[in-house]
């Protein structure tokens, strides 16, 4: 007998839960603030802003930067991460994991930090463009954890919050689930530290691609 779906939508963050990319944009923030002789962030502080859009990223990351600054700092982080982009992969086992949710008939979504064009790269360059069927950037809806990007991709796709599953590796992403109204699952191997997502009481904590593939198959 086949089990019934327990979520028709599936939406995924993108940096650092498909895509292996949190080091290389501590790497960027961290570089652009030295670009512009601003006080560069730790490592856990450049992370810990991963998944917001770009300009709240930056003004949380680096809080003492006199505002008319920060569209400088944002041009010297895009320069640096347009510059390696093409050198990022997605976590081993995603493709595989998505093409068995497609076989399910889930509808597959990404909820994103970053903007349309960022976006879009990654989509052509990692050969996934046909496998979502809708997709939202910060540049174009409210940043997370507002629920709008969420809520649109719901009304786009014609889910109610209930069968609607949201996968993040950060606290901004289980928040926007949260604020959603929507179910979410953590992954730890991501942006945040996994003791902070108890709070907003994800489904499952997955400690690798396959541990997320097997829960989703199982309870997706």
């Avoid at 601003?38 to 300009?55: C, D, K, M, R, W």
């Avoid at 930056?58 to 505002?67: E, I, N, R, S």
């Avoid at 959603?180 to 942006?191: D, E, I, L, T």
Wanted: charged residues 20%.
């Amino acid at each position: 007998m086949t089990r019934m779906r327990s979520f028709d939508l599936i939406a995924f963050d993108w940096d650092g839960t498909l895509s292996d990319s949190t080091g290389l944009i501590v790497q960027c923030i961290q570089a652009a603030c030295r670009d512009i002789g601003a006080a560069v962030p730790s490592q856990a502080q450049a992370a810990y802003v991963i998944g917001l859009g770009l300009q709240d990223a930056l003004q949380h990351a680096v809080p003492g930067l006199p505002a008319e600054r920060y569209p400088e700092l944002g041009l010297r982080y895009r320069h640096h991460y347009f510059a390696s982009q093409d050198a990022l992969v997605l976590f081993d086992g995603t493709v595989p994991m998505l093409q068995a949710l497609k076989a399910k008939n889930h509808l597959l979504a990404v909820a994103t930090g970053k903007n349309r064009r960022g976006l879009d790269h990654a989509l052509a360059h990692s050969q996934l463009h046909g496998l979502f069927d809708a997709t939202r950037t910060a540049d174009e809806t409210a940043s997370k954890p507002h629920p709008l990007m969420l809520q649109e991709l719901m009304a786009e796709l014609s889910v109610p919050p209930e069968r609607t599953l949201m996968i993040g590796d950060t606290t901004h992403d289980l928040l926007l689930a949260s604020n959603a109204g929507v179910a979410s699952v953590g992954v730890s191997y991501g942006a945040h530290e996994p003791e902070a997502f108890a709070v907003h009481a994800p489904r499952f904590v997955a400690h690798s691609t396959r541990e997320l593939h097997d829960w989703l198959l199982a309870h997706g």
